[in-house]
């Protein structure tokens, strides 16, 4: 790609401390999410309160889609950049390694702890007053999207020893976490050990964050080098699935084996068949990014980022709760009909009108002043999913 006049702009901007492209990414990766979220979640009550599922046990072929919605790798990827350039420019100030952590540590946990905290003692409180034994289930599916937020706080604390590593090891660092990933997942099928796969939360997680240290070179790399990654990602992913050993689908369904909790040996070949695709998709979108407003569309996702990731589920959990009571039920196709498709699109209208008071009452302390958080490419702290 460095032939490209559009990847030596990237490059330049990368090297430089900015690049529009990782904002993009990280700005389309938390649209993902909370879209899936408000869309796809369906809630079914039970004798012990609500579960969470969603449409794909119930619909063929549905899986394939996941191969390009399950943007949590993508997302790793592309903080692993944003902390390498971040901790260079911090490294170059002079800050220690340490201190550049656990600023950061700092930044998201704070934030996050409250929030989980206050719906904790919401929970106790409604339980105490009203009796309601399903009140705890309903706080764990509000706050359950932070589990995303406690993975990359974990990577976030392990940046000193992956800097480290990466000085010194370099490419060899994925090899062995691959390879250590998928004897994890061998002795954990092969011998039942399921608490094993926790390992992997590491391992999988870290190469996907350890990937990012290799963006640059990713970019400035030739066309070809785009599509290998591409296509290597997608056959291993196909070859993996294809073995009956790991399903199709790369979010979570209600019954089958899980790719994501924890994550397995399909999640870095996604890894590789994602980065893979924003490379080969790059040229396209940057011409897009040179129009002002979707510049503009990018900026505004990315200084709304860690508020809505925050407080999407609360605007949700609100919003069906006013749904709830103003009609008096809270039953929810749990198998999804042609109607129940045909309004997906609007789907997102309802939780977005009460995630944005939400936001305004409890999160604009979090709200960025500017586009990007001043220490590397635009690169924001907040997870996007």
Known sequence: MSSSPITQETTTAAVSGRDGYVDFIRAFSLLVVVAWHWVFTIIVWEDDGPHATNPIGFTTGLWLATWLLQVMPLFFYVGGFSHLKAWEKASARGERIWHFTWRRIKGLAIPGLALALTWVALGAALQGIYGWEWIGRAVTLVVSPLWFLAVYLMLIALLPVALWLHARADTVVLVVLAGAAGA????????????????????????CHQLGFFYERIVAARRSVDWTLLLAGLFALAGLVGSGLYPGSMVGVPGERSNMAPPTLCIIALVMFQAGVVEVVRPTLQRKLA????????????????????????????????????????????????????????????????????????????????????EQPRANPAPAA
């Open 291 to 374: 129009e002002p407003r979707w510049e503009r569309a990018s900026a505004t996702i990315n200084r709304f980022s860690l508020p809505l990731f925050l407080f999407h589920s609360t605007g949700m959990a609100v919003y069906l709760a006013v749904r709830y009571l103003a009609s008096g039920s809270n039953n929810e196709t749990s198998d999804p009909t042609a109607g129940w498709w045909l309004t997906r699109p609007l789907a997102v209208i309802g939780p977005l009108l009460f995630t944005m008071p939400v936001i305004f009452l409890f999160g604009r302390q979090w709200i960025k002043g500017g586009r990007g958080d001043g």
């Open 184 to 207: 994890v997942d061998i002795v954990r099928f092969r011998y039942d050990v399921p608490w094993l796969g926790l390992v992997n939360m590491v391992l999988v997680w870290g190469l």
